[in-house]
């Protein structure tokens, strides 16, 4: 389950795919009902996204309060209110696994860089469960550049950092003009690291942790099996919500056109909503044969053309690449874990 809380943040970053300003909502007695329901003696994730989650703290701490201790969470934070002890506390007492997003060119992010603060450095060290995610976009592709970055934060740190970069999310105007411009060239660096990754792994017996995550999004991808109208972002496996317990087929475009209902509504009815947006938005995704893989990735994106053009690119080839040795002989690799 993913928990948008809400669209308040300490930054203004270039590359945000957040709204800017939006409705604020209360944490609503039927969110916590139904996590405590699903958390009731079974395993769930329950991941907290913004704007900024930092912020809202007291919804989070109220969260995890009533889940129950298998439950696994996820924090997307800028970092910037980690210089704090008590979040450092409070996340590591409950085993959270946090993510720093960090925009690997500098200039991208509107404050101060987080791993140039003694504060800071002194109590990301103390996070037991830390891992790193930086938005690519068309000013910011080249992996070489990005890797060494990251090298220098490890040094700093004193601590390995797993990778996670991703896309711009382009949902809007204000970060549009930075949507990728060239996918074969962001694939083809993409490919060139799984590939070494899965070389290394079969050959060597090795497993570069750095490149993991880059390797493990992509077999999460092709065992996803998504069934229509099932998306990337609202499935039978995953779940988005706000505080208010309202669902939308992306958790940044809370509108009505992007609505899909609330948690206490029959779900038969939301996902009949989820086939109609699927129908309107992606006709060409229904007939495509990478549908059960990539979910029609984003129904709320700008650019699907953009998304849809790297799934082809990466999806037939990694498939094509892990067939040779078969698929079953990576699956013990899920031990590793992912930034999810």
């Known amino acids: 389950m993913v928990v948008h809380v809400g669209n308040r943040c300490n930054a203004a970053c270039q590359y945000c795919h957040c709204p800017k300003s939006g409705d604020e909502f209360t944490l609503s007695p039927l969110l916590l009902s139904v996590l405590a329901d699903k958390t009731h003696g079974a395993q769930l994730c329950v991941r907290f996204i913004g704007g ?10 109220k969260i995890v309060s009533v889940c129950s201790s298998v439950t696994e969470f996820v924090v997307s934070t800028n970092g910037l209110l980690l210089s704090d002890k008590q979040r450092i506390d409070f996340f590591n007492t409950h085993n959270f696994f946090v993510a720093v997003s960090y925009d690997g060119k500098q200039g991208k992010r509107a404050y101060r860089d987080i791993f140039e603060s003694a504060s800071h450095i002194e109590n990301i060290k103390k996070l037991k469960r830390l891992g790193c995610s930086t938005t690519l976009d068309s000013d910011n592709l080249n992996f070489g550049q990005l890797f060494k970055e990251f090298g220098r934060i490890e040094n700093k740190i004193q601590r390995p950092l797993r990778l ?28 060139q690291i799984v590939g070494n990754f899965i070389d290394d792994y079969i050959h060597y017996g090795l497993v570069n942790t750095k490149f993991f995550n880059m390797f493990y999004y992509l077999f999460t991808t092709i065992e996803n099996y998504y069934i229509f109208p099932e998306s990337r972002c609202y499935s039978k496996k995953t779940i988005q919500t706000n505080l208010a317990g309202k669902q939308y087929i992306c958790p940044y475009c809370q509108t009505l056109e992007n609505y899909l209902g609330s948690l206490d509504e029959n779900q038969e009815l939301v996902f009949l909503r989820l086939a109609d947006k699927v129908e309107k938005r992606r006709p060409a995704c229904m007939r495509c044969e990478l549908y059960c893989f990539c979910g029609t990735y984003c129904l709320a994106s700008k650019h699907p053309e953009i998304e849809c053009k790297i799934q082809q690119e990466l999806i037939p080839w990694f498939l094509n690449t892990i067939s040779k040795y078969g698929i079953a002989r990576f699956s013990k690799l899920k031990q590793y874990g992912g930034l999810i």
């Open 52 to 61: 900024e989650p930092t912020l809202y703290m007291p919804q989070i701490e």
């Open 164 to 191: 996670r970069p991703h896309l711009i999310h382009c949902l809007g105007v204000d970060n549009d003009y930075l949507s990728l411009a060239d996918v074969q060239v962001f694939a083809d660096q993409y490919k």
